[in-house]
């Protein structure tokens, strides 16, 4: 007869933005009180793993989902921090992941309609959540729509060479927007959904030649996203994107710190003036729209986007002390 004494449970609320999974951990983590986001992802990294793997990894996850641990705010002018984590290890910041973070705080009843400063391991970041109108309305006070104004994004090289095994010659440009994206149009691939097998073995080999050829963001920083940019299959959108995640599943929403990269880069190219809407397509056609501010440095921008978020699940992640895969597949936990 089975028993359930000794059970671990992770209080956790799913949602999907533009199609990209969020879990958020909202009780059941360590206690990191105190600790801001950049502290907290060292302390979960040396002493307490088990709960990014438990929470994301099969079998209770799977390769797609972005992870999210609130925390308490570490400041007056803050309602929360958040540390983003994925299958494979910790992100700086994730777009569609604070657009679903924004949901879930509302859903939740922890925050109302207006603006609400998040810390997360790359800076602050802002959501802006509107009142729900009644031809929009969910079971939520706010709309689905949320905006954040994301953390300073820049471009740091531009027209990079790279040899792809198996494919020769491509150029990109490094950008960060809050993870280090290699951005990179002239692939000739065909950025469809039905193609993703294809554009995620190219990008693989992509991301294996930066790595090979020492090609880095700044102070030697590895460059874990590869995005692939393309013409949009709507003319009322301004271009498409394909986005390969560190852990090689690829990002179903237009990717926000993607997003926030590829406007730093048309803000160096001087082709988008601040203020102008860029509507970014992602690959399964869901549209995130982004403007940007000029930064304090001169190649500094601060990002803006929004998107759609909707909640898909309250649950509770039970980990019994006797399953063998209570931490997750493919990992030992603490003990
Ligand atoms: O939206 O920034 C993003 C993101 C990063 C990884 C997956 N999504």
Redesign the pocket.
């Known amino acids: 007869m089975a028993t359930f004494s000794g059970l671990r449970r992770l209080e956790v609320v799913d949602s999907h933005t533009a199609g ?1 999974p969020t879990r958020v951990v909202v009780t059941g983590g360590p206690d990191l009180a105190g600790l801001t986001p950049a502290q907290a992802v060292e302390r979960l990294r040396r002493e307490h793993d088990w709960l990014r793997t438990a929470a994301v990894l099969e079998p209770r996850g799977s390769d797609i989902l ?1 992870g999210a641990l609130l925390l308490p705010p570490t400041r007056f002018d803050t309602a929360a921090g958040v540390v983003f984590f ?1 299958n494979v290890g910790y ?1 700086g ?5 604070m657009i679903g973070v924004g949901v879930t705080l509302a859903y939740l009843g922890r925050i109302p309609a207006g603006e609400h400063r998040i810390e997360t391991p790359a800076g602050d970041v802002t959501l802006r959540l509107a009142p729900s109108e009644r031809r929009h309305a969910s079971f939520l006070h706010v709309d689905s729509r949320v905006s954040i104004r994301n953390v300073a994004s820049r471009r740091y090289r531009a027209r990079v060479p790279v040899d792809v095994p198996g494919h020769g010659r491509i150029t990109g440009d490094i950008a960060w927007g ?2 280090w994206f290699f951005l990179c149009s002239d692939h000739g691939l065909e950025l469809r959904f039905g193609r993703v097998e294809q554009l995620t073995d190219f990008s693989r080999r992509l991301r294996a030649a930066l790595g090979a050829g020492g090609i880095t963001g700044e102070a030697g920083a590895e460059i874990d ?1 590869i995005e692939l940019i393309g013409p949009p299959a709507l003319s009322e959108n301004h271009g498409r994107n394909f ?1 390969l ?1 560190p852990g090689l599943a690829y ?1 179903r ?1 237009p ?4 997003t926030s990269a590829k406007l730093a880069c048309l803000a160096a190219d001087g082709v988008l003036e601040p203020g102008v809407a860029w509507r970014q397509e992602g690959i399964l056609g869901s549209v995130f729209e982004g403007s940007y501010e000029r930064g304090e440095s001169g190649d500094e921008i601060l990002p803006t986007l929004a998107g759609r978020a909707y909640i898909t699940a309250r649950s509770e992640l039970l980990l019994d002390p006797s399953d063998p895969f209570r931490w997750g597949i493919g990992t030992h936990g603490p003990d």
């Open positions: 990209e972005v994925n992100l910041m994730c777009g569609h992941g809050g993870n996203h986005v995640c990002d929403s990717c926000g710190t993607g």
